[in-house]
């Protein structure tokens, strides 16, 4: 009997190592220059204020001086996606990066719904690791790598079917760049 039917499938990978502290560094005040704002959700009425997406962000759009950003967000997912999941991917969305201060976050979603093409959510840790207590991406299944996540400028790749939340740091300041990765409409 083959035995592959009780296989857990790979839910999250995480990698460290994605972006260096400086370029974290860079990247978070890129987003300051940028302007930060109250976080939307997109819903059936339009993108509007809720109470579970608290956070604040900075869009980064495809620009020449950050084009070294997109191409290696593009490049490190389609590794991960070649080895585990092998989606059909095409394109890389608008880059946004988040604030999570004590008390903000956002709660269990997930990053794909009608209209979209999404295939993977792609998550990078833009903080060190003692810059806050408590917080963080939490994502519903199996997560390989996951004491990874922590490190500064490590990326956690994840299907945007999968549920998942930003929990609430309690102390401190808690940064990550979000993007995700586009493809052809799911059969």
């Given at each position: 009997?083959?035995?592959?039917?009780?296989?857990?499938?790979?839910?999250?990978?995480?990698v460290?190592?994605?972006?260096?502290?400086?370029?974290?560094?860079?990247?978070?005040?890129?987003?300051l220059a940028?302007?930060?704002?109250?976080a939307?959700?997109r819903?059936?009425k339009?993108?509007?204020?809720?109470?579970?997406?608290?956070?604040?962000?900075?869009?980064?759009?495809?620009?020449?001086?950050?084009?070294?950003?997109?191409?290696?967000?593009?490049a490190?997912?389609?590794?991960?996606?070649?080895?585990?999941?092998?989606?059909?991917?095409?394109?890389?969305?608008?880059?946004?990066?988040?604030?999570?201060?004590?008390?903000?976050?956002?709660?269990?979603h997930?990053?794909?719904?009608?209209?979209?093409?999404?295939?993977l959510t792609?998550?990078?840790?833009?903080?060190?690791?003692?810059?806050?207590?408590?917080?963080?991406?939490?994502?519903?299944?199996?997560?390989?790598?996951?004491?990874?996540?922590?490190?500064?400028?490590?990326?956690?790749?994840?299907?945007?079917?999968?549920?998942?939340?930003?929990?609430?740091?309690?102390v401190?300041?808690?940064?990550s760049?979000?993007?995700?990765?586009?493809?052809?409409?799911?059969?």
């Open positions: 009997m083959d035995d592959a039917w009780k296989q857990r499938p790979l839910h999250a990978k995480s460290p190592g994605v972006l260096t502290a400086e370029e974290c560094d860079a990247i978070k005040n890129d987003a940028v302007g930060m704002s109250r939307l959700v819903t059936p339009g993108m509007r204020k809720l109470r579970g997406r608290t956070c604040e962000v900075a869009r980064l759009p495809r620009t020449k001086d950050r084009e070294w950003l997109y191409e290696r967000l593009m490190t997912n389609e590794a991960i996606n070649a080895e585990y999941w092998r989606f059909a991917l095409n394109s890389i969305e608008e880059v946004q990066v988040l604030r999570y201060r004590p008390m903000q976050r956002f709660d269990w997930f990053d794909t719904g009608h209209g979209l093409a999404r295939k792609c998550v990078v840790n833009l903080s060190p690791p003692r810059s806050h207590w408590r917080g963080g991406l939490e994502v519903r299944g199996e997560h390989h790598g996951k004491s990874k996540a922590r490190q500064q400028g490590a990326a956690t790749i994840f299907p945007t079917y999968l549920r998942h939340r930003a929990s609430s740091p309690w401190g300041q808690r940064w760049l979000v993007t995700w990765l586009s493809g052809p409409a799911w059969v």
